[in-house]
Structures are given as C-alpha cells and as structure tokens.
C-alpha cells in the first residue's frame, strides 16, 4: 500500500505520515515553501510541489502511482485568508482542483481523503449544538468557503465521474508542534517564553468564554486512516472528539503546569465578538463506521504542548 501526503511538511502531515509508517504503508509526501524537514531515515518519499502547478502534481503523481491521497496541502489559517483572499482560493480550490482533475486525466483511482474544516459550518447557533454532517453551512471567513468550494469540488467529482473521494471536517486540533498563531500554542509558547525569562510574566488573552471541540492532533490522524480504510465513497465526515472546553480551561490548565507567576491580561485585539459561542463536533457518523474515539486526555495534551515549547525556545 502505497499513501501521498500533500503537505507533509505541516503540523498534520508529520503526525500522519508518521502514523502510516507504523501501518506500514510506504509514504510519499509533498513539501512546499519550507526547509525539507524529512531525511532519509524518517523513510518518507518527499518531492517538492506547488499544488498549484497542475504540471508538477501529475509529475507526481505519475512517478507515486498512490493507492491513498490525503490532501493536506492548503493555506490553513482563517487569519491569514482575510489578508489575502486570493492566496487561499488558489491554493485551496485550485490546489485541490489540480489534484482531481490530475488523478482522473491520469486514469488512475486512488482514495481520496479531502480534508476540511468545521470552519465550513461558521456560525453555530448553541440550540444546534452539536453539529452534525446536515447542518447548514454559513462560513464567516474566506478558508472557510474554499473549504465548502473544496468539498462540493470532490462530491461533484464522485457523482460526475466515480472518483474514489472522500470529505472530511476537522474540528480544532492541537498537538505538539503546532503554529503559535493557534490558541493553546499560543498561550504554551508564552508561558515557555516566561519560564525562561524571555519576556515580562504577562499573558494577553482573548475571548476565554468561546467553547471549542479540541482534539489531540495524534487522533485526528488516527480518524483519517480509518476513514481512508472504512469511509463510504463520496460520503463527508465530521472528525473531532466531541467534547468542548471553554478557552479559560486551556489557559488554566497550561498555568496550573507553570510554576512561574503570570498575570494575565485581556488584549481587545484578540477579541472577534463574531465567535460562536460554543462549536461542538457531533462524530456519531465517524464513531459508528470506524468505532473511532480520541485516547488523549485534554490535560495531557497541553502538557505536551507547554513541554514541546520548553525544548524549542
Ligand atoms: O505554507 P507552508 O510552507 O507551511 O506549506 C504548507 C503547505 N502548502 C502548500 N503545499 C503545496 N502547494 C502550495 N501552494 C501550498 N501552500 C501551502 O500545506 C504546509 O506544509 C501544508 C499545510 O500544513 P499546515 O498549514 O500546517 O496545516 P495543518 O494544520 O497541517 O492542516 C492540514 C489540513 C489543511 O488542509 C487544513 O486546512 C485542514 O487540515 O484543517
């Protein structure tokens, strides 16, 4: 068996690849922009790829010849697609376009793995809460409609010509490793960077109140892989454990692990009154295909959050 990671380089992509080595699938997978983190003993097949080059995905996917794609590759942050819009449609939708129409002029019928965002659902009423496959999408932000663009795209493609697709949205995921633009990285990283006397012992905190559905990265990727063995074709799937936490119980659990003496402060810049109070993954559908659920306990999590800091300041 034989899976491509697009994206590999990113916070996802080194977990899953990592994951599929231990099945015992051979991985190949894309890098883009930053230094190949890969070397030869992680015994992962890389080439570099501007998903947005149709040309350089089929190189690729000639000389792959996959069974598996999970298409990681995108310009992930909501932030980033407000300052630039264009960026995120072409790396996404087109990004993604290149990859459906590269497999099926090559002839070729891997499955599919589109990855999404619970994004895509936006704004959540709590009486809706929580939120399944059927709820109606009202995205707030430019990724969270390439990501909606990104899912019709791939149930276009399974109803037009058969393609072995399948959608996922991923609800947050944190982990070790993860860009501090992400609020419990953020707040690890600081915390790290007080403990080692870098900055004054100050916190700037947004909305504490906003409840999210966090998961351990390490099972987020463990839902992938059953979803690439089990998942129905053309069916879409919520990945998230199903459990949400208020920000403030982030935030107190990563300084109940510090010794140090924080203030924390409230930062308006931080704050979006536009939030949904409370997004929460309903997964019955992923549990009951897969009999997937998440073996990370919250606390541990961030323990390993704050400790990945620790060693890489
Ligand atoms: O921007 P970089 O240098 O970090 O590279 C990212 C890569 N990427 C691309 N790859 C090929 N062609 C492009 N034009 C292109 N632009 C960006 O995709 C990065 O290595 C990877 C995405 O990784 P992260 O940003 O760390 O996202 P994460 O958290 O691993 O999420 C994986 C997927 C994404 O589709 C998210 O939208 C979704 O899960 O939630």
Known sequence: MKALITGVNGFVGKYLSDYLIKKSIEVWGTTYGVENIFNETNDIITRELDIADIQEVKKVLVECKPDYIFH???????????????????VNINGTLNLLQSVRE???????????????????????????????????????????????????????????IIMVRAFNHIGPG?????????????????????????????????????????DIVRAYYELAKKGEQGDLYNVGSGVSYPIQYILDTLLSITNSKIQVCEDFNK????????????????????GWYPRYVIEDTLRDILDFWRDNI
């Open 72 to 90: 990681l590759a995108a310009q992930s942050s909501a932030a980033i697609s407000w300052k630039n819009p264009q960026l995120t449609m072409q």
């Open 106 to 164: 090559l002839g070729i019928n891997p499955r599919i793995l589109l990855i999404g965002s619970s994004e895509e659902y936006g704004f959540v009423r709590p009486e809706d809460i929580p939120v399944n496959e059927m709820q109606a999408l009202k995205p707030s932000n430019p990724y969270a409609i390439s990501k909606i663009a990104q899912s019709m795209m791939g149930e276009l493609y399974v109803k037009a010509y058969d393609m072995d």
């Open 178 to 218: 993860q860009s501090s633009i992400f609020v419990a990285s953020d707040f690890a990283k600081k915390i790290a960077e007080i403990e080692k006397g870098i900055v004054q012992p100050i916190l700037m905190v947004g909305n504490l109140e906003a409840r999210r559905d966090f998961t351990d990265v390490r």
């Open 271 to 290: 704050m979006r009154p536009s939030d949904a109070p409370i997004i929460e993954c309903d997964n019955t559908k992923l549990k009951n295909l897969t």
